[in-house]
């Protein structure tokens, strides 16, 4: 049974940074697909960044170019998203999600096979 499990959220202030993980297990040190989504309270949600298995191929939201960067460790099967000048709007519950195989994008929630737990991300003065 493959498990995510998110970590590194917090309260922090405007323009301030945070660097989230998420530990996969159970995947037989298989990497996938992974990406990072996120949904602000009473809102939709939306994807973050994706990121290849070889860790080559990247794509963000628009919102998160340049302040952001998803890497991932395949040798400890964990996935990080840094996140420098951090606003507001950027507060809600970030999620990683893994895609066994098929369109490796966060525009395709539906694709992707298993779901972390969440960490809450506050960005608050």
């Known amino acids: 049974q493959v498990h995510l499990a998110e970590s590194g959220g917090g309260p922090v202030q405007p323009g301030g940074s945070l660097k989230l993980s998420c530990t996969t297990s159970?995947?037989?040190?298989?990497?996938?697909?992974m990406a990072w989504f996120r949904q602000p309270f009473g809102k939709e949600r939306e994807g973050v960044a994706t990121i290849t298995p070889d860790g080559r191929g990247k794509i963000y939201n628009t919102s998160a170019i340049g302040r952001f960067t998803v890497s991932r460790d395949n040798a400890k099967n964990v996935l990080y998203l840094q996140m420098t000048s951090l606003k507001p709007e950027d507060t809600g519950m970030y999620y990683c999600?893994?895609?066994?195989?098929?369109?490796?994008?966060?525009?395709?929630?539906?694709?992707?096979?298993?779901w972390g737990q969440g960490t809450q991300v506050t960005v608050s003065s």
């Open positions: 159970g995947n037989d040190g298989r990497p996938y697909c």
């Open positions: 999600a893994a895609q066994i195989s098929g369109l490796c994008s966060y525009n395709y929630p539906s694709e992707f096979d298993y």
